[in-house]
């Protein structure tokens, strides 16, 4: 069964520091890869997706996230992060099928970012 | 650009109570979900939509009831409230299906006495 691991329930970091929130995957056919970031009292926005290509997409807002194959990873990750960034962040692994059947988005428990000013 | 509306944002039951949930899109997407957010276990599906009037389970859907009588609008019932239940419940809607991106609403917050 399609799983995803978000290992780390919080991470802080301070504004202007680089960051990573870790995702891994668990999937056995070839996997589609979100971020999705939900702002408090707000619903879930994409930040970014991976089908395939290049292992590295760039998202909204200076985010990018990598895949590898080999580690069953997603991680996310920002060069400096801002205060607005504050937020909680859900990797998801698709586990639909085309044609019609619906985009059954497996989600991580999610990762509570905090950035202190 | 279109917009996802969930009312009530707010919703306080009594235990055994029948409570309804609505989401109305203007995107003109085929698909429409519901998801459940608990705190610390991430969202989980309840049930899903890819056309008018017609209904799929997801991993949660004992103890809920859902409707899609029309393209843009999609409903979910919770047959029978808990004592104590404390959720989000989240709508959202995709193009067809497969990869796409889903756009959510910003959810309707159970609280049942």
């Known amino acids: 069964a399609q799983s995803v691991t978000q290992p780390d329930a919080r991470v802080t970091v301070s504004e202007g520091a680089s960051l990573q929130l870790r995702c891994k995957y668990s999937?056995?056919?070839?996997?589609?890869l979100f971020w999705y970031v939900q702002y408090p009292r707000q619903g879930l926005q994409m930040l970014l997706k991976y089908y395939s290509g290049d292992p590295v997409v760039q998202g909204v807002n200076g985010f990018e996230a990598e895949f590898s194959k080999s580690d069953s990873s997603f991680h996310l990750r920002k060069a400096s992060v801002h205060w607005s960034d504050s937020a909680v962040y859900f990797c998801?692994?698709?586990?639909?099928?085309?044609?019609?059947?619906?985009?059954?988005?497996?989600f991580g428990t999610g990762t509570l970012l905090s950035v202190k000013p | 650009g279109g917009i996802i509306t969930q009312t009530p944002k707010f919703l306080i039951g009594q235990e055994g109570q029948k409570l309804t949930l609505k989401c109305q899109q203007n995107?003109?997407?085929?698909?429409m979900y519901w998801y459940r957010q608990d705190s610390g276990k991430g969202l989980r599906l309840i049930y899903y939509s890819i056309t008018e009037n017609d209904l799929q389970k997801g991993d949660l859907s004992e103890g809920y009831d859902a409707s899609r009588e029309k393209k843009s609008s999609f409903s979910l019932t919770v047959t029978s409230a808990q004592k104590n239940e404390m959720a989000v419940f989240l709508c959202a809607s995709s193009i067809l299906g497969g990869a796409e991106t889903l756009y959510f609403g910003s959810g309707t917050r159970l609280t049942v006495l």
């Open positions: 995107f003109n997407h085929d698909t």
């Open positions: 999937y056995s056919a070839t996997p589609y």
């Open positions: 998801a692994v698709s586990a639909g099928n085309y044609g019609g059947s619906g985009n059954k988005l497996i």
